[in-house]
């Protein structure tokens, strides 16, 4: 479980093909890094990785074709920057809203306004994604714990002040690069309680590669 409040920037150093329909991904962390374990997770970009091995201040994680295929993930190569968070502990404050780094759908930026003190974004909406968005409510992209400013029928937008521009890959992002999405898990839960049809439909894509 996350919270979707990045402590770093980091950067892919390597992606190895492993010949058995994943990659093994080298990740550069100075902050989540150096008391990461062999098993830990640790969110990149939104998804949940499993940490295999620690080097100093890179920690490697097996990623199976599953999620590469179903998330942002594939398309990362060395010297890309992703957005880093390490799993939340029961003494952690929730300065996001609950994570769990199953990512939902991939959506790309339609737009960028910039503002004198912030900046509208505007990403694509997956369809079968659409119900779980509303207005002021939380969603996840690329790990970033965010509050959606307005919604369409295709699309969604949210401001991005200063910090968050500086601190996360959004800063780095341009129109049509690809992000992933993970709605607010409660909005799927209380679907299905209430007897929702379409919550099957929305199955996330295994979280611990």
Avoid at 31 to 45: K, L, M, Q, T
Avoid at 165 to 177: A, Q
């Amino acid at each position: 479980m996350f919270t979707g409040i990045v402590e770093e920037l980091g950067e892919i150093i390597r992606v190895t093909d492993t010949g058995a329909d994943s990659v093994l991904v080298a990740v550069r962390g100075p902050v989540v890094a150096p008391d990461a374990r062999h098993g830990d997770s640790i969110s990149v970009n939104g998804v949940c990785l499993t940490v295999v091995d620690v080097d100093g201040d890179v920690f490697t994680a097996d990623v199976m074709g599953e999620t590469l295929r179903r998330s942002a993930l594939g398309t990362l190569a060395p010297g890309d920057r992703v957005n880093l968070e390490r799993a939340a502990t029961l003494a952690t404050r929730l300065g996001g809203h609950l994570v769990q780094g199953h990512v939902d759908g991939v959506a790309t930026i339609t737009a960028r306004e910039p503002a004198e003190k912030w900046e509208t974004v505007r990403f694509s909406l997956p369809a079968d994604l659409a119900r779980y968005v509303v207005e002021k409510g939380s969603i996840t992209v690329d790990g970033v714990s965010l509050t959606v400013v307005d919604v369409a029928d295709d699309s969604f937008s949210v401001g991005l002040i200063p910090t968050t521009l500086t601190l996360t890959t959004f800063g780095r992002k341009g129109v049509g690069d690809p992000v992933n999405l993970e709605v607010d898990v409660i909005a799927k839960y209380v679907e299905k309680l209430l007897g929702g049809t379409g919550a099957a439909s929305a199955a996330p894509i295994p979280g611990r590669s």
